[in-house]
C-alpha cells in the first residue's frame, strides 16, 4: 500500500505569532492535522481503532526542524509518509514545502496504540493497521536527543492547571498543549531576538483534567530543555534550538 499523503494548507491569521510568522504551536498542531488525514486516509484514525479495537493511537517522540516559518496567508504543501513499522510503534515523517517546491520545515515523528481500558502499549499486529503499508527512507536520518537533564526547583518556572478544553479524543491532554505550556516560557522579547530552528518533544506519562503540571526550564548555550511534571511524575521532556536572528 502506498504510505504517501499529501495536502494543502493556507497559513490562516489564528495561526500566527507576534511576526505574522507560524507559532512553533501551530506547527505541531499542523503536523498533527496532516497525520490525522493521513491515518483516516488508510482507515486506522483514532475514531476507528477506538471503535473496533479499543485502542488509540498516542504519539510518543515529535521532531521538528524549521528551515523557513511560512507566514501569513502562505501556502504550504505537506507529505507525510511511513518510514518503519515495529512491533509497537510506527515511525513517520512529514515534510513542508511552499509553492515553489522550496523546504519550508520537516517533523519526525513516533506512535503507538494504546488500550483504552488499561492505557497499556498494544501490538500494531492488533488494531486496524494495513499489513501492506509500504516505508519509505528517512528524510532526517538523525536519531532523537537523550533527553536526561537533571532539574531542580531552581529551574522552576510556573504550574499550569489543566482544565477540560485541554482534553482530546484520547481523554488526556492534547500533545500540542504540552507545547504551548513550553511556548509560555519564552519571553516576546526572546522571540524578537531568536528564530526557532529545531524544537523535540518526547511525551511519558499522560495527564488529565483538573492536575496541576509544573514547568521547568535550564538553559545552555543556544538550547533550552523543559521538563513538565506532574508531582513527581515526568509528564514530558523537551529541547529547543534557537539562533540569533542577525546570524
Not at 134 to 157: G, H, I, M, P, R
Not at 163 to 175: E, G, P
Not at 177 to 195: A, E, H, P
Request: net charge negative.
Amino acid at each position: 500500500m502506498n504510505s504517501e499523503y499529501e495536502s494543502k494548507y493556507e497559513i490562516s491569521y489564528t495561526e500566527l505569532n507576534q511576526d505574522l510568522e507560524l507559532g512553533l504551536t501551530n506547527a505541531v498542531e499542523l503536523v498533527q492535522s496532516i497525520l490525522t488525514d493521513y491515518f483516516i486516509s488508510f482507515g486506522s484514525d483514532n475514531e476507528t481503532i477506538k471503535n473496533k479495537n479499543n485502542a488509540l493511537w498516542v504519539l510518543s517522540k515529535t521532531k521538528i526542524h524549521f528551515d523557513k516559518i511560512p507566514k501569513w496567508k502562505d501556502f504550504v504543501f505537506g507529505k507525510s509518509y511511513t518510514t518503519k513499522i515495529k512491533p509497537i510503534r510506527v515511525e513517520m515523517e512529514t515534510i513542508f514545502k511552499d509553492e515553489k517546491d522550496e523546504y519550508l520545515f520537516s517533523a519526525k515523528q513516533e506512535i503507538c496504540p494504546i488500550d483504552i481500558d488499561t492505557r497499556k502499549i498494544r501490538k500494531i499486529d492488533t488494531i486496524e493497521y494495513p499489513k501492506d503499508m509500504e516505508t519509505k527512507n528517512a528524510f532526517d536520518e538523525e536519531q532523537y536527543s537523550k533527553l536526561k537533564e537533571e532539574f531542580t526547583e531552581d529551574d522552576f518556572v510556573y504550574e499550569q492547571k489543566i482544565y477540560s478544553s485541554d482534553i482530546d479524543f484520547s481523554r488526556h491532554t492534547n500533545n500540542a498543549v504540552y507545547v504551548r505550556l513550553i511556548s509560555n516560557v519564552l519571553s516576546c522579547d526572546f522571540l524578537d531576538k531568536n528564530r526557532i530552528t529545531d524544537f523535540e518533544i518526547h511525551y511519558i506519562n499522560e495527564s488529565t483534567e483538573g492536575q496541576i503540571l509544573r514547568i521547568y526550564r535550564k538553559e545552555r548555550q543556544q538550547e533550552i530543555e523543559f521538563l513538565i511534571k506532574k508531582d513527581d511524575i515526568e509528564i514530558a521532556r523537551a529541547l529547543l534550538k534557537y539562533k540569533e536572528k542577525n546570524n
